[in-house]
């Protein structure tokens, strides 16, 4: 019973990471809430509520997905796949691996510590805002990884071991679940920062950062051999859309 209950994901573990580093955030920096220029409406606990509610949702029904077995990997055929995404077979990376999921977090902290003197006052709404787009862009991501059902780049490749190729998170490549949640991140604080300093001369970097960081870590995912580059592009599209969306809906209507 013990050894089923930690046999939870790596996402699963991401995602818990990253709720407590908002968590704590936001309530160490709370009493700083005054003035808001992002606003907080009944409305928005809908929002917060329906996109946990279908993360939550997704996620559990991943969970009893069944993985491929020996035979069905075996049997993968490379010519299946479109000629752009067949690149991402012969990548599997452990370094890679690795750095993608430390470039994550560096972004989380990031957006945390960005801001200054005068965003700290509403760090409470800066938080809820990226946390909310989070959990907007991972409930895309695990609803179409559930309805799509791509096998991973690695499944097709030998040299990886048997018992990944027949893993049930070889099931879910579509799309990127780590190239959204860092395109989420950075352009929530791209967007956060925009307004709080749009005469900052320091705007440009920030949203060359922005930019930068969750195609880096697309690249990584594909060296990795976790994903496709369709995979990616689609993840960090999502996570920009997202952003935005929930920058327009929380942005204060007032001047």
């Known amino acids: 019973?013990?050894?089923?209950?930690?046999?939870?994901?790596?996402?699963?573990?991401?995602?818990?990471?990253?709720?407590?580093?908002?968590?704590?955030?936001?309530?160490?920096?709370?009493?700083?809430?005054?003035?808001?220029?992002?606003?907080?409406?009944?409305?928005?606990?809908?929002?917060?509520?329906?996109?946990?509610?279908?993360?939550?949702?997704?996620?559990?029904?991943?969970?009893?997905?069944?993985?491929?077995?020996?035979?069905?990997?075996?049997?993968?055929?490379?010519?299946?796949?479109?000629?752009?995404?067949?690149?991402?077979?012969?990548?599997?990376?452990?370094?890679?691996?690795?750095?993608?999921?430390?470039?994550?977090?560096?972004?989380?902290?990031?957006?945390?510590?960005?801001?200054?003197k005068e965003s700290k006052k509403d760090i409470l709404a800066i938080g809820i805002v990226g946390y909310q787009t989070l959990l907007l862009s991972q409930a895309i991501a695990n609803g179409f990884q559930l309805g799509v059902l791509r096998t991973r780049p690695y499944a097709y490749n030998p040299d990886v071991p048997l018992n990944m190729r027949t893993s049930r998170d070889a099931r879910f490549s579509f799309f990127s679940g780590h190239t959204v949640t860092s395109s989420s991140l950075c352009f929530t604080t791209a967007f956060a920062y925009r307004m709080y300093y749009p005469e900052s001369r320091y705007k440009k970097w920030v949203w060359a950062s922005a930019i930068a960081i969750p195609a880096l870590e697309g690249y990584l995912r594909v060296k990795a051999g976790k994903h496709y580059p369709s995979d990616v592009i689609t993840g960090y599209l999502v996570g920009l859309g997202t952003s935005y969306l929930m920058h327009h809906l929380h942005k204060s209507k007032r001047k």
């Open 1 to 116: 019973m013990w050894r089923k209950f930690c046999c939870i994901t790596h996402q699963a573990k991401l995602n818990a990471g990253l709720f407590i580093l908002l968590f704590f955030t936001c309530l160490c920096n709370s009493v700083f809430a005054q003035r808001q220029t992002y606003e907080l409406r009944k409305i928005h606990i809908v929002y917060g509520s329906v996109s946990l509610l279908s993360f939550g949702a997704f996620y559990g029904l991943q969970q009893k997905v069944t993985p491929l077995t020996e035979l069905q990997v075996n049997a993968l055929n490379p010519a299946s796949i479109p000629s752009y995404d067949r690149v991402a077979i012969h990548h599997y990376d452990i370094t890679a691996r690795k750095l993608s999921n430390i470039l994550i977090y560096s972004s989380f902290i990031a957006k945390a510590a960005i801001f200054r």
